[in-house]
């Protein structure tokens, strides 16, 4: 006979990055509450921006996530240049793009690792994996070392990037550091290749609910991840200076929270809205993982966003070895090499502007919008992570999940919850703005 | 000899020097094989309700449920390091006291600012006692390494009280200053290898203060270049803001 009644309360969710509870409750046999509920301290980073210099925007925001610093860094150039009108160089948008990459791939990684494996090879973490899965764990560190060996010599650091900044970079990769950065890359090919046949061995849980996906779109051939409009499965496409219009933050009555929607009563981002959306711009490589995993689009299973993280991942790992390659044959303009500080010596002009930023990072569409003055400083700013834009689909797949399981023991329902909600790779340190907060 | 229990909790950060231990590749498998780790959120389910040897926190102290958690981690620990800029001098999240807290609630929230109680911002040595400081954003890891060692052979580890441009001098960086940008090097407590200069960026104070800057020849750096006390005082204030809390 199905569970009745039931009560869960997870309260400090593990194996996410910040802090989260889930709150379930069934009352004769049915759900009466079902709840994500944010519980990070807040940290006002939109508010502290005020009045600091535009140049000092990315290292600000970059401190927003430890894990995403580089997704934070990249749509927060692209907001401070669109506010400054600063068109950046052929050179530094390829420099750029293999930033995103690593980004991709590392966080990823993380994820795949040692936040969902643990799940699917049926223990508490990656700990007691250390002496039954040594191998594995060993390639897991290997390959999140690569990403951030490749990053140091790229931008100084993963966490938390040096060199790249408003206008371009502050240091250069030289002939050397190329062919560096390119023998790690394509020395992580076997272990990704190790990754994949690990990971379609496992079996993840089934499930399905339709839901609206976002990400960004393009015209031309390429994946899109740095730049492009936002388009949505359920046919909208619109230009990122209107995301506003796109996550249509909404108060939900009886309660204080803000949400987002578009089309339907709540939209996804991450690895499978892209997957979904761009399917055909993955690489041939990323399309052949995608079949072995027996991912196709469109996807409406949750738990296959961590399937569509592994294919992304081998798609960056391609379209990075790809961009250094065509480097080592035409070489770095070094004369494009920046000195900018506070913008001291005036180098770049400012203005009065108002500039959004949209970029695809590890966990969906990410936007910043800064308003600048005559002077170059911040009078507002908004930032929207793809956490904030997820609670409220992870929810409704909570929702639609609880009662098909009901006839599952407590404690299989209760880890049901956390790897739904973990397979979407909540990232609650990001939220800075809170947008889907729910108080009981 | 037993090895000792050793826990990671976070705070208000961004999780960033979590990471960093992360960053260390299979060489992190040779540092936690010198501790029994016991807990550790981000990376673990395990759970663990008895004493600590070693408490590692990072993240600043914001608000009161924060202040109640860190007393209770504090009793039930040997030892407590702090760990990152958020949690040794108050880092980043400490911009917030530039301004009236009820007017930076409203600016984020609006109208539902009063769900968001903040406080202002600590770090956790103006809360509870810390035996280990390891600074910088985020942490640089020879660093970290350097003062588990010290935490296992129960000695003191001294943060360097010498300015980032020592350390930038040996590098044989070209002075920000003299590429006409200005740089918080010469108030900054090294130990990071100058890691922002090397990479053509300026130093932003991360790893605070030291105790005894040279003041004079601050002064002339800054009449030389015409450069306002202001545009000082403002770029401290990103990560060092929580200093005038006595």
């Known amino acids: ?440 | 000899m037993k090895k000792p229990k050793i826990a990671f909790f976070d705070f208000a950060c961004c999780e960033g020097c979590q990471l960093q231990v992360a960053n260390m590749g299979e060489g992190v498998l040779d540092v936690l094989a010198a501790f029994d780790v016991v807990e550790w959120r981000e990376v673990m389910s395990e759970k663990w309700d008895k004493k600590y040897d070693v408490a590692i926190i990072e993240g600043s102290i914001t608000d009161n449920h924060a202040v109640k958690r860190i007393k209770k981690i504090r009793k039930k620990t040997d030892i407590l390091l702090a760990y990152g800029s958020c949690a040794t001098i108050g880092g980043v999240n400490g911009m917030k006291n530039n301004f009236e807290l009820d007017d930076i609630r409203k600016y984020v929230y609006g109208e539902s600012y009063k769900f968001f109680p903040t406080e202002i911002t600590k770090a956790v040595h103006q809360v509870v006692k810390v035996d280990y400081f390891v600074n910088g954003c985020p942490v640089y890891i020879p660093e970290f390494v350097t003062v588990l060692k010290a935490v296992l052979q129960g000695i003191p580890y001294y943060v360097p009280d010498y300015a980032v441009c020592v350390e930038c001098k040996l590098n044989e960086n070209v002075c920000m200053y003299a590429k006409g940008i200005t740089c918080l090097g010469p108030l900054t407590r090294a130990g990071c290898n100058s890691w922002c200069i090397n990479n053509g960026n300026i130093c932003y104070g991360c790893r605070g203060m030291v105790s005894n800057p040279n003041e004079k020849s601050a002064q002339d750096i800054l009449a030389k270049y015409n450069i306002p006390i202001e545009l000082i005082m403002n770029k401290m204030n990103m990560y060092n803001k929580c200093r005038e809390i006595v």
């Open chain 1, 1 to 440: 006979m199905p569970i009745q009644n039931l009560n869960i309360n997870v309260e400090y969710l593990t194996r996410v990055e910040g802090h989260g509870n889930i709150v379930i409750n069934v009352k004769e046999g049915k759900l009466e509450t079902c709840k994500l509920e944010i519980v990070e301290s807040p940290r006002f980073f939109e508010g502290m921006l005020r009045g600091r210099s535009i140049f000092e925007a990315q290292h600000i925001t970059s401190r927003i996530c430890g894990i995403c610093a580089c997704g934070h860094t990249l749509a927060s150039i692209q907001a401070a240049e669109d506010a400054l009108g600063i068109i950046p160089t052929e050179q530094t948008i390829k420099l750029r793009k293999i930033l995103l990459d690593l980004e991709m791939l590392d966080s990823h990684l993380l994820h795949i690792y040692l936040l969902v494996a643990p799940d699917l090879l049926g223990v508490k973490s990656f700990v007691p994996l250390i002496s039954s899965h040594n191998e594995v764990v060993r390639r897991a560190l290997r390959m999140k070392k690569t990403c951030n060996d490749v990053c140091d010599i790229l931008v100084g650091r993963h966490v938390h990037p040096i060199s790249a900044i408003v206008g371009g970079f502050t240091k250069l990769p030289g002939e050397k550091d190329i062919e560096n950065m390119l023998g790690l890359l394509q020395g992580m090919r076997p272990d990704m290749e190790e990754t994949v046949n690990l990971i379609s061995k496992l079996e993840f849980p089934k499930f399905g609910r339709d839901t609206e996906y976002v990400a960004l779109v393009s015209d031309d051939g390429e994946y899109p991840l740095l730049s492009g409009d936002v388009g949505s499965t359920d046919g909208i496409r619109l230009n990122k200076n209107d995301y506003r219009k796109i996550t249509n933050e909404f108060i939900v009555p009886h309660s204080t929270a803000k949400r987002t929607k578009l089309s339907r009563e709540s939209y996804a981002v991450g690895a499978l809205a892209r997957f979904n959306l761009n399917y055909e711009k993955l690489l041939p490589e990323a399309k052949r993982v995608a079949e072995m995993l027996g991912l196709k689009p469109k996807c409406i299973n949750p738990f296959l966003n961590t399937a569509a993280q592994l294919v992304e991942c081998v798609h960056c790992l391609e379209h990075a070895i790809g961009i250094l390659e065509e480097f080592k044959k035409t070489k770095i303009n070094h004369d494009e090499q920046i000195v900018v500080g506070l913008n001291e010596n005036s180098k770049i002009p400012v203005r009065e502007g108002n500039g959004v930023g949209a970029v695809e990072v590890p966990r969906g569409i990410l936007f910043h919008n800064y308003q600048t003055d005559e002077k170059g400083y911040i009078r507002n700013a908004n930032c929207i992570i793809p956490t904030n834009q997820n609670t409220g689909n992870i929810e409704y797949d909570l929702m639609k999940l609880i009662p098909e399981i009901l006839d599952k023991s407590k404690e299989e329902i209760t880890l049901l919850s956390e790897m739904l909600v973990r397979a979407y790779d909540p990232c609650i340190s990001c939220s800075t703005h809170l947008l889907n907060i729910k108080f009981i």
